[in-house]
């Protein structure tokens, strides 16, 4: 299966709010990288139809992409964020007040080495959204700007 077979793109940012039930954060500070596309997760595995309220939005910059979701719960969103393992070592960090964690860009690795780098990660909830946002190219101090100016 193809990504497209999970995926809807959307147009622009108001054709992906109409595809979830939530107003997605757009961020005001991208590094310099611009919108290249805006997909929204619409079927999952077994080709089912997901529910408008349990999608996943993302936003790819090209140097990184965001992630976010309504979670069904304030408590599922904290598991998701500050529970779960994305990298190594997870650092605390704040997103707009919001506690998550931040995972360092992992060191370049061999050409041949088919996992590549491991992805700088920042993680956090805020109240049942839960928000991601991973680069393979950028520092996670980056993202972590990347993630306040969403609250500019």
């Known amino acids: ?31 310099g990288f611009a919108l290249s596309t805006l997909s929204v997760h619409v079927t999952d595995h077994r080709k089912r139809r997901i529910p408008k309220g349990a999608r996943t939005l993302e936003a790819h910059y090209g140097g990184f992409v965001l992630a976010q979701q309504q979670t069904p719960s304030i408590p599922e969103a904290q598991r998701r964020a500050l529970s779960r393992a994305y990298g190594q070592a997870a650092t605390t960090v704040h997103v707009a007040g919001h506690e998550g964690r931040g995972y360092e860009l992992g060191p370049i690795t061999d050409p041949d080495d ?26 996670a101090a980056i993202l972590l700007r990347i993630a306040s100016s969403m609250y500019d």
């Open 114 to 139: 088919i996992d590549g780098r491991a992805p700088a990660v920042v993680v956090w909830n805020d109240s049942a959204m839960f928000y991601l946002v991973a680069s393979d190219q950028l520092e």
């Open 1 to 31: 299966m193809t990504r497209s077979d999970h995926f809807e793109s959307a147009t622009d940012w108001e054709a992906a709010t109409r595809l979830v039930e939530f107003e997605p954060r757009r961020p005001a500070y991208t590094a």
